[in-house]
């Protein structure tokens, strides 16, 4: 049962350009969500949240949005950049058994120079 | 801050061999550890919780005996995979909270790349 689902495997996008990366989730009681964004052999780096009291969350270049009444959140990337290529994963998780947080698949963007 | 230190980053062991796993939080104390494995082109998937000074918690489905877990103090987890086989190659990562509670992010090492022949 995959509660939380990134239905594109892969995206490419033009420098400069925005990238959209989607995320759907299942579990009415997740309530935190998260993404991180990860190099091949390397461990997933945390790159921005957002609780479900917000609708968005800006840090810098990368814009979260959430859409509770659809399940639906994505990560916005604002000027892309060729070092944003990476896999990026959602991720979420209930306050009522915060520990476990639970990703989805991964989308791997492509910034083309 | 907030570093999550993991060894080694690539073991290759024989079948039927054991294999441990280092995961130190470095720069903060963490009484919960969390071990994840990833298979190619797959999420990451919880295994097992690691608490400090007790038992470990396990996802359903995975074998305690087999991935054996210890968190003997507040910086340091450790992750024993028992008498290998092919099968258990894969890439484990682990991670921790520097801030408890539910609305802070969790810190990963950089993994471990398991492959057994």
């Known amino acids: 049962d995959q509660q939380v689902k990134q239905n594109s495997p892969s995206l490419s996008v033009q420098e400069g350009r925005i990238s959209i990366l989607n995320c759907d989730y299942t579990?009415?009681?997740?309530?935190?969500f998260l993404w991180y964004k990860k190099y091949p052999a390397e461990g997933p780096t945390f790159l921005i949240s957002i609780s479900s009291i917000k609708d968005k969350n800006e840090d810098g270049r990368f814009t979260v949005f959430l859409n509770k009444s659809a399940k639906h959140l994505s990560l916005h990337i604002v000027p892309s950049q060729p070092g944003d290529s990476a896999v990026y994963f959602c991720?979420?998780?209930?306050?009522?058994?915060?520990?476990?947080?639970?990703f989805g698949t991964g989308t791997k963007l492509q910034v083309i120079p | 801050g907030a570093v999550v230190s993991q060894h080694p980053s690539r073991v290759i062991c024989k079948s039927g061999t054991s294999v441990k796993i280092e995961c130190r939080s470095l720069?903060?104390?963490?009484?919960?550890m969390f071990w994840y494995r990833q298979f190619p082109k797959q999420s990451l998937m919880l295994m097992a919780t690691?608490?400090?000074?007790?038992?470990?918690?396990?996802e359903q489905g995975v074998e305690k005996d087999k991935f054996l877990i210890n968190h003997a103090s507040l910086t340091l987890s450790t992750l024993t995979v028992t008498s290998a086989h092919p099968e258990d190659s894969s890439f484990y990562i682990c991670?921790?909270?520097?801030?408890?509670?539910?609305?802070?992010?969790?810190?990963f090492g950089n993994g471990t790349r398991l492959t057994v022949t």
């Open positions: 579990n009415s009681m997740f309530d935190y």
């Open positions: 991720a979420a998780t209930a306050k009522e058994g915060y520990q476990k947080v639970t």
């Open positions: 690691s608490n400090e000074g007790s038992k470990a918690t396990y």
């Open positions: 991670s921790a909270r520097d801030q408890e509670g539910a609305y802070s992010p969790l810190h």
């Open positions: 720069d903060f104390q963490a009484t919960t």
